[in-house]
């Protein structure tokens, strides 16, 4: 079948095609690019917000390295009063012999110790704690608390029970009460960063 | 094309007939119309001159002009093909030309128009127009003199066809063109014509003359239905109602306007009847260098309206392509800095958990120094316990009641209460049971 093209049919056939290529131009280049232009506008926004943030930052610099250093200085006047120990036993060391020297300053004999061990308080702090029973006069006992706390490391008292070796309901007439107190406690040190 | 002007003209009698016409998509216009008196009888120098102050006053448009001769100046035909020599027809028509007409085939000029028709038709009609030279170069030299150049010329019957089947396609129409000393008729339908010119002074005869030839040649069913358009000068003469002509003008058309505006439409519309006589080499021809500038001002256009549209994206590319450089460059600074600020807060917050265990020791030493000065001396305690900065003693009063206000009233105590009832001991004390927490320690 012999197939006749007439002027009005090739005007239509260029028409088409010209239409078609302008479709595809649009649909395929021109409306893609507008896109990615169009959205250009937003990432420039966020740049511009993360180059403030950078800029705000770097002219924080010399003020953090004024704030580290004065931080560094706080923390490191404090490390002194915290036992540092490589592990648990050695800390546990330290503790007993930072309460055997109050209790001899003190002049008390420590009948019953008992270490308890260590536990995690925080990201920086542990406790190693011991408990300890005696027998002491009241001016002992206070004399030992004193010590405890002015101890070179901090130690504190968890828990204390005092009572009397023997229970009195008056005053002696003549004469000094002598006081004998049985005397039960725990006392705590704080480890910096425990391993 | 959308918009095409065109400019028709005609020679009727002795009066030079020219019309404007304008398409806009499928609407036709007529923008104006002029009659030139007595033109015929001016010699050419006079023709000319004429011919120039009408085009130069008016501002008529010269690169679409067509030409409409008088029927009595060539001779029309119409002929059938058969459908397979189609291709062929040009040479077909070219060897018979001479049995046609009077004249031979290098004094004439000659064209042909034709439609294919419906799927299946075994022929074709063609419509042959024939006018010898010397009727035609006369006015093609007299255009040359006035510095232009006919698109294309044709005889009146095909020009009148070919403007009844662009304004009525539907239905068959008889034109009667009514002039001084003589009346043309045409009888279209279809693809087909007949047409007929009878001379004479009396016009109404002769319009009832051609009717009744026109009909009789035709072969019309029902002549009834036939649109009759009467135009021409002497047109007033014959009593039949005027057609309106389906076109839009601002300008009243006056008697005769058909013709021309046939004319025109020659260069507007394309039928079965279209036809130019005027050889192509003659033609004006249309410079398509004078397009460039449009061309570029176009392309310039465009690519302003681009950069116009693409203009903020492109901006914002090149600014966001700046900015990532610079964050680039501050990267490994920022990097320092932010591990410099990790270190800080890391380094207050040590301090500060360090700051709360300092302030959270026992306060043993204050309980009891507080217990030792508020107590009264007739008091006496038989056990003191300390916990989570909670203090419980216990032991035997005389006025245990007085007790709980008298720890109240203290700086280191409060929430001061009994925790067991009083019971009166044998040595004629109550003994209690006494909680209370250490604020100094809050």
Known sequence: MKIQIRDRDRRALIGLTLALAVYLTMSELVFPAYDRLALASEAAVDKEDQLRRYRRALSRQTRDTELISEARDRVAELDGRWIQAESEGLASVQLQALVEEASQGAGIGVEQRNIVGMRQLDDYFGETTMTLSFDATPDQLVQFLTDLRVAPKVLTVGSIEIRPLEVVHEVPDQGELEKTLRVSLSVGALVLNPL | ?442
């Not at chain 2, 007529?30 to 001016?42: A, D, M, P, S, T």
């Not at chain 2, 010269?62 to 040009?90: A, W, Y």
């Not at chain 2, 519309?269 to 004006?284: D, M």
């Not at chain 2, 176009?298 to 450089?325: I, K, T």
């Open chain 2, 1 to 442: 094309m959308i918009l095409k002007t065109s400019a028709g003209f005609e020679l009727a009698g002795s009066d030079l007939r020219v019309a404007v016409v304008r398409r806009v998509w499928n609407t036709i216009h007529l923008v104006n119309q002029w009659y030139v008196e007595g033109f015929g009888e001016l010699s050419s120098e006079e023709k000319r001159e004429a011919l120039v102050s009408l085009l130069r006053r008016h501002r008529i448009p010269t690169s679409h002009i067509f030409l409409s001769l008088s029927h009595d100046l060539g001779m029309v035909r119409q002929v059938e093909f058969p459908v397979e020599g189609i291709e062929e027809l040009k040479e077909a028509i070219g060897l018979q030309l001479e049995s046609w007409c009077p004249w031979s085939s290098d004094e004439i000029y000659w064209d042909y128009g034709f439609e294919r028709g419906p799927k299946g038709a075994r022929s074709v009609t063609v419509s042959v127009t024939i006018v010898p030279r010397a009727n035609l170069d006369p006015w093609l030299e007299l255009f040359s003199n006035a510095g232009l150049r006919l698109s294309g010329a044709c005889l009146a019957p095909l020009a009148w066809a070919h403007a009844a089947t662009t304004l009525w396609p539907a239905s068959p129409t008889i034109v009667l063109g009514c002039e001084p000393g003589a009346v043309e008729g045409l009888l279209v339908e279809g693809p087909r014509f007949v047409a007929v010119r009878n001379s004479g002074e009396e016009t109404t005869r002769l319009a009832q003359e051609s009717i009744q030839r026109i009909v009789a040649l035709g072969r019309l069913d029902s002549p009834e239905d036939v649109r009759v358009l009467v135009h021409g000068a002497s047109s007033d003469s014959v009593p039949w109602d005027p057609v309106r002509l389906p076109v839009e003008s601002t300008v009243t058309p006056r008697p005769g306007v058909f013709g021309v505006l046939a004319a025109a439409l020659v260069g507007l519309k394309s039928t079965a009847f279209r036809t130019n006589l005027v050889p192509e080499e003659l033609r004006y021809r249309q410079n398509w260098l004078q397009w460039i500038p449009t061309g570029a001002l176009l392309v310039l256009l465009l690519g302003l309206g681009f950069v116009y549209v693409f203009q903020d994206g492109y901006q914002n590319v090149a600014y966001a392509a700046r900015l990532d450089a610079e964050i680039e460059r501050l990267a490994a600074e920022v990097g320092e800095v932010s591990a410099m600020e990790n270190e800080l807060n890391q380094l207050n917050e040590q301090y500060e958990v360090a700051i709360t265990h300092l302030a959270g020791r026992d306060t043993n030493l204050e309980a009891l120094a507080e217990l030792a000065r508020s107590l009264p001396a007739a008091t006496f305690l038989s056990s003191y316990s300390y916990e989570g900065n909670t203090v419980t003693i216990s032991g035997f009063s005389e006025s245990p009641a007085e007790l709980q206000q008298l720890l109240e009233d203290s700086v280191q105590l409060g929430d001061v209460e009994f925790i067991s009832p009083l019971v009166r001991d044998g040595s004629g004390k109550d003994r209690f049971v006494i909680r209370a927490s250490v604020e100094a320690s809050r």
